[in-house]
Structures are given as structure tokens and as C-alpha cells.
């Protein structure tokens, strides 16, 4: 599945040629270098900007000190000496500063060198520095925002992406020729032939409201904008969705902080001191007050923590002044060059501290020398007051963003921004919006936009309409043979109401025309693939099917699902006639209902048959259903990216549940049994910090009625591919179980690196650790049992003859995986045992399967 992030860097693809340079600005940088155990001053030591193409750097003197004047455009420095771990460091952007470094012994050299000083060895006990962060996090209640009883204030946000390493050989390149007005304005970063071009940019100003008790926060938005793509190419909503939660709001005061869909330990968490190395390493006096700078490493630098700097106030209240993190070379992340966090913190007039700017850099990149995507998100927070008090109506508005009021002309002047910002753009950034305007008039462009879109998508424009998708164009399956299929829907250009999709397909085995086509028309004027949905859907198909297949984010006749292990010749011919509703929430609990006609036709070895005293069996031409159905889902604040073929789910903390009930009505349309099937499923995923997370699905069944046959049944869902399907059962064999009441658990667990982190060679790989365990348990009543039922269809016999269609017995089916994960950063190759039913026809008991999946 690819993720929002890497569909955007690909069709950025013309962007990476933005603005000219301006003039150089350098900061000058003054400090000195110890030894972390005992404070001495380390003579000679290296230090050495981090990126730079040609090598800029200077060395301590016998002192230790060191002066060093590098251009602006740089973000770390890495200090090295003979004899010690090298470590780096965080530039600002102030002109000057002063970075005082401390570096470790390495413990090579120590069992080397005799005669060296023997070292301290690091401890929490009567250590000075723990104790100052143990009186942080006792006091952390009372200094962040949770702890004021009431609180206010106006909070402006802007993220920008730009793209990075780009030097004049890429500029001047024949396929840009006509993109050279991008060049022209003189406010983009430039040093030694690399350019640093902005992309994006999105700005939201609001006024933001806080209770205690009873606890309520609440964000006004008064204004927003963004740089849009057209629509018809990018989820401009889904995209901006995504960059918040990459460049999610950081949180010192939490245990943990989640930034790229990770979570990583607060150095003021509960636990810090066990993850933490923390020392006092300077004092830092201003007019106002003292303030101690407190220095902090992973004690694991392979694990996800940050390293960086606190300066905590000795005023009574041990708040965070400041603060200053990154994260150590080592650390197991997937296309992060460079991580710079800011954090700055003012007093109120009643003694209470609020964050008043924060700021989240992040240089993605293949490489670490390559071309890549910097962003950054800055939030700033002016006019705070505590203590104010508001009426109800305030903070009993059902979400937490409230976008009031509707966007105004003037949101989108540059003169009412400007009155809005607590501090300016630069120039590079203020003529983003223009440039993407300008950029998309061009033919050229466009161009690549529509090929950038059929590739990821899967769909080609051709005005009105779109073409696709192309992974279905042909497949093969032992009923059909050879399939070759096309198809294709309207878009909004057509019409913003009105939609049609369809497709034609046709087997040269069995020499069967199959189609689909659907007609939506949407209640709400929005497209039907942007939230909130608000449709009415008729639609007619006839195609075939696996039982009890039911595949998400691709389809069943996918060509790379085209390959299977073991038997597979029992399909199903399905002709359906269904009329659809469905509307979403801004809440995000949405309803659908529906009433559809079902006319099931058994294809290849599979047949429907009813059983004679005789022992033979009268086979049955097809089954006909006529079904009700009405379904309830609930995913509390769920953001995604809507894709042209499914939505990109970004996962949160809050469960998301599921209920659907189907009333089978017999004698309606032909509808041939009554029954009703009750279904109810949860979805959570477990944050455990330092230990990965895990994604828990629990769901279960019952199905009242008597004399059913299988079709109608739970056919529970099997995989005899070789991808390693998540919501499916992988070593189990197609219409293998069948109940008509089940309770399942499925449990993905990823360590992100947790164990391999600590192996060398598989640290060095970026290899993760991922785990699975998946059952259920079920069973199938005697009035809808063929074992004690005539009046039923008879269990499936496969190729052979022998019978392949089973209930559960007194366990549960299980099975259960280990994987290595994050093989070259996209590949999950899992090693899968099935535990139980081994003697089942074909039940392999070992298997080894793939899944793509790019993440963080």
C-alpha cells in the first residue's frame, strides 16, 4: 500500500526545481569540548558541519575551545575525537551561539589504554542531574496546559515542504527549460551548488479554548489556506491530514511524543531515567531568571529516543524553559536524514508556563547524500490568558476543530495573512502559492500529473472520465482462464452529483461475458470519494468469485493475485442487482443501507447438492437471496487519505467498531431463506512506546435461522496466495471452515526494531522484528449442519473427491507468524505455522509469505 507521503514525493517530480539563491548568510558557533565523565577539556577534537558538499570544519585547542563560521543553511555539527564516541549536535538559527559539548569515552579504547583515568560509571543514584528531572516530571502537572484550570489564547500554524540536495547541473537540465520562471525569485537557499526550494505551504490561524474539568479543548479555526494541486490528481484535504500527523504537535510533557507515526519517550516521561542518561552541563543567567542546561542521551542509541538539551527554571516551578532534541544516526527510521525539534515556553503574570513556539524539522531522503523532501512545522502562540472562564457553549461543540466561518475572499489576500502572523514568511515561501498556481496552467505539467496519477493510482484521465485500473486489465483463474478486462468512471468534470463506473471483462475458458456498472448520485454536492460520503447507489454485476474472499485495498483480480498454492477450482458465478445508502458523520460515525438481489451460480469443482438416503446427491442449479442489510461504523476522530480506489487509514489511539446485521427475506424478489446475521467487530491499536505497537482486531458472528445452505453462511477467510494478507487467514485453504456463529482475534505486532536494534549487523540493515497470532472459534448448528441436516447443501468434495469443507471441533483454528520486516525499507517477509488442523486435505503447516508495506 503506498502511503500519501510517497505518492506526493512522486508527483512532485517537476517541483524539484524551485526559486534562485540569495545572498549567504553565515553563523558563527563558539564552544568547547569535555569529556563527559570527568568534565576535562578534550584538545583537538574534530568538529565537522554534517551535509556539507565540501568539508567545513575546525578543531578545539589544548582548552578545548573552539570557534567555527558555517553558512546557514546547515542544521548539525558532528564532533569527533581519538578515543571517544562521536556525537552531533543541533544548530539554531541565531547568529551566534554557544554549543558546549560532551563526549564519551569509547569503551575499545579503554580496555586498551592501562594507564587511562579509570571511568565513572553512569547512575541514577545520587546523581544530581536525575533528581533535577525527577523534580520536572513531579512538576510537570502544574506547568502545561492540562494543568490550568482555564486557558485561551490565539495559535498560528504553518507547515512547509520543500525539496533538498538540489544543485545547478539538476536546474539547467533539458527537461526543465520551461520551468525556469521558478527560478527567478531570489529567496532560495543555496550553498556550495545545493539548493533547499520550498513546495508546499499551509498556514491555519485559530483561537483555541481549554477546560479542566469537565475536560474540553477546543480549536476555532478563523482562517486556513493551502497550496492545492488539482483535485482531480491529489486528496488535497487527505494530503494536508497526513503532513499534520507526520509533523504532529510535540508534547514534552507526555510520556510519549509521536512524530512520523512513531512514538518516541519523552525525556520527561515516567520512565525517562531508565532510557535517559541525563547530566548538568552548564547555567545559564538571563534578567529574568536562572536557568540550568540539562544535557540527555539514550542510553541505546539505536532505540527511539531522542538527544538534545532542557533548560528547567530554579524558580520552584522545574519547568521547561526551552528545549532542543533530535535523534541519534543510528536510530531504526526509515527515510529521515535529519530531525530538529525547538521548543520555547514563556511565564504568565500568575506564575504558570505555556508553550509559546514550537518547531518540527524533518529531511526525508533515500539517501543521505541524495535528493530529498525537507519540511517543517512551526506553531506560535501569542495573546495566552489563563484563568478566563467561558460559557459552556464554548466547549461543548461536538469536535474539537471548528472551522467557523465559511472561508471569506479575502482568507486567500496575502494582506489579510499578514495581519494574522506572528512573524512573516520568507520570500521563497510567500510565492508558493502563486508558483503552484502557475505551474499547473502548464500543459507540461499536467502531463505529468496524469501519468504520475496512472501509475499510482492506477487510473488514466481522459476528460470526463477515467480509465482503470490497469492492474485489472488482465488476470488469470483456472474457471476463466485468460481474463482480460477494462473499465473505467466518470469523474467531477462530468459531474459533481451525478456518478457512473462500470467494467467489462471477458474469460477465454469459459467464454463468459462479465461486467459491473453503478450509477451514484450524490446527497450532499460533494464528490463521492471525499468525506463526509453522503450517497445513493444502484448497481448490477455479474462476475465470479471466490467464497468467502474478501480482499481489501486490491482486487480479486489483481494480476499479482493471479498465483496460488494448492487446489483452486472452487468459484462461484455471482449475479447481483443492489440498491445502496450511505452517509457519514463529521463525527465519524456513518450509517449505510441496502437491499439487494443474489444469485449465486457454482462454477469448477465447487456444487451446490442436496443429499439423498442413497448416498447420491441432486446437484442444484443456483441459489437465490434476496437480502436486507443495515450497518453502524463509529472510528472517533479517524483521519485518512482518500486514494482513488480506497481510503489510507491514519491510525490513532481510539478504537474503531463496526456492526452490521443482514436479514436474509425469504419469498421477497425470490429469496429462497429466511435468516438474520448479527456481526459486530473492534479494531484498536496499541501504542506500547519503546516496545513498537500492535494492532488488535477482535470480531464475531451469529446467524439465526434454520436449514441454511453454506453460501449464506460465515465461509471464513482464507489465503492461498503467496502475499501475506492481513485480514485473512494465510494458511488456511479456500471454504475450508464454514460456521454459522464465530469469534476471532487477529494480533499484528511490530517491535520496530526493538531486538534487531541491539544485533549489530541487523541494526546496521534497519531490519524489524514483527509477529502475528490469529484464531478463531466457532461452530455450525445441527439444523444447519450437513453431517445432521438432509434439508442442506452437502459438505465440498475437491478435485480428488475428498471432502474439503469442515466446521470447527473442540479448538479453535490458530495460527501464527515471525517475520523480518523493513527489508529494504518496503518488504515483510513472514515465516507462517499453522498450529491445529493438520489433517485436514492439503493443509500445509509451514509457509513462507511477502506483504510491501512502506513505513516509518
Known sequence: MKTPLLHWIFTLGLLLIFQSSYAQQYITIKGRVINADNSEPIPYASIKVVGAAKEIGASSNDKGEYTLSIPSTYQKIRISSVGFDSEEYPVSTEKEQYIRVMLFPANSIEEVVVKAPKRVKYSNKNNPAV???????????????????????????????????????????????????????????????????????????????????????????????????????????????????????????????????????????????????????????????????????????????????????????????????????????????????????????????????????????????????????????????????????????????????????????????????????????????????????????????????????????????????????????????????????????????????????????????????AATYSLNNKSIYKFPQHYLRVSASYDTKIPGQNLEFVQEDNVLLSFKRGENKSYLYNEVYRVDYKVEFSNNLSMNAGLGMWKQTPAGVLQFALPQDDGSLVPINNLNSTEFNVGIRYAPHEEFYQGKLYRTPIFNKYPILNFNYTAGIKDLFGGEHNYHNFSLGVFKRFYLSQLGYADVNVDGTYIAGSNLPFPVLNIHRANQTYAYQLQSYNLMNFMEFISDHHASINVQYYMNGFIFNKIPLLNKLKLREVFSFKGVYGGLRDENNPSYNPDVYAWQTNGDGDRMSFTFGSEPYMEASAGVANIFKVLRVDVVKRLNYLDNPNAPEWGIRARIKFDF
Not at 539547467?172 to 521558478?182: A, E, G, I, P
Open 131 to 517: 533528581e533535577l528531572i525527577r523534580k520536572v516530571v513531579e512538576h510537570r502537572d502544574q506547568n502545561r496546559l492540562t494543568g490550568q484550570k482555564y486557558a485561551e489564547f490565539d495559535q498560528y500554524e504553518k507547515i512547509s515542504l520543500g525539496l533538498s540536495n538540489l544543485n545547478d547541473k539538476f536546474k539547467n537540465r533539458k527537461v526543465f527549460k520551461k520551468y525556469q520562471f521558478l527560478f527567478e525569485e531570489a529567496d532560495s537557499v543555496k550553498e556550495g551548488g545545493n539548493y533547499v526550494l520550498p513546495a508546499y505551504m499551509e498556514e491555519k490561524f485559530s483561537k483555541v479554548y481549554y477546560r479542566k474539568d469537565p475536560n474540553a479543548k477546543k480549536q476555532y479555526i478563523l482562517a486556513e489556506r493551502k497550496a492545492e494541486f488539482d483535485p482531480k490528481f491529489v486528496d488535497n484535504d487527505g494530503l494536508s491530514t497526513y503532513f499534520n500527523r507526520l509533523y504532529d504537535e510535540v508534547e514534552i510533557y507526555d510520556n510519549n511524543i509521536n512524530i512520523l507515526t512513531n512514538q518516541f519517550l519523552s525525556p520527561i516521561a515516567n520512565s525517562a531515567p531508565t532510557f535517559y542518561r541525563f547530566y548538568i552541563t552548564d547555567t545559564v543567567k538571563n534578567k529574568d531568571e536562572t536557568l540550568v542546561e540539562l544535557s540527555f542521551f539514550p542510553r541505546n542509541k539505536n532505540d527511539l529516543l531522542f538527544k538534545g538539551k532542557l533548560y528547567v527554571t530554579l524558580d520552584g516551578n522545574y519547568a521547561v524553559k526551552a528545549a532542543e532534541m533530535t535523534v541519534a544516526d543510528e536510530i531504526n527510521l526509515n527515510f529521515v536524514r535529519d530531525l530538529d525539534i525547538q521548543l520555547g515556553f514563556s511565564k504568565t503574570n500568575d506564575n504558570k508556563y505555556y508553550l509559546t513556539k514550537s518547531s518540527l524539522g524533518i529531511d526525508f531522503a533515500l539517501t543521505g547524500k541524495g535528493k530529498g523532501i525537507k519540511g517543517k512545522r512551526v506553531v506560535l502562540i501569542d495573546k495566552y490568558q489563563n484563568g478566563m472562564e467561558r460559557p459552556d457553549s464554548i466547549y461543548n461543540v461536538p469536535d474539537q476543530f471548528v472551522v467557523i466561518p465559511e472561508e471569506a475572499p479575502e482568507q486567500k489576500e496575502e494582506s489579510y495573512w499578514a495581519t494574522l502572523r506572528p512573524e512573516p514568511l520568507s520570500r521563497s515561501e510567500a510565492i508558493i502559492y502563486n508558483n503552484i498556481d502557475s505551474l499547473q496552467k502548464m500543459p507540461s505539467f499536467r502531463t505529468f500529473m496524469d501519468l504520475s496519477a496512472l501509475i499510482l493510482s492506477g487510473y488514466k484521465q481522459a476528460g470526463p472520465v477515467e480509465i482503470g485500473p490497469v492492474n485489472t486489465f488482465y488476470s488469470y483463474n483456472p474457471i476463466e482462464g485468460f481474463r482480460l478486462r477494462v473499465g473505467g468512471r466518470t469523474t467531477e468534470q462530468l459531474s459533481k452529483r451525478f456518478y457512473v463506473e462500470g467494467y467489462g471483462a471477458y474469460g477465454f475458458e469459459d467464454k463468459k461475458w462479465k461486467y459491473f456498472a
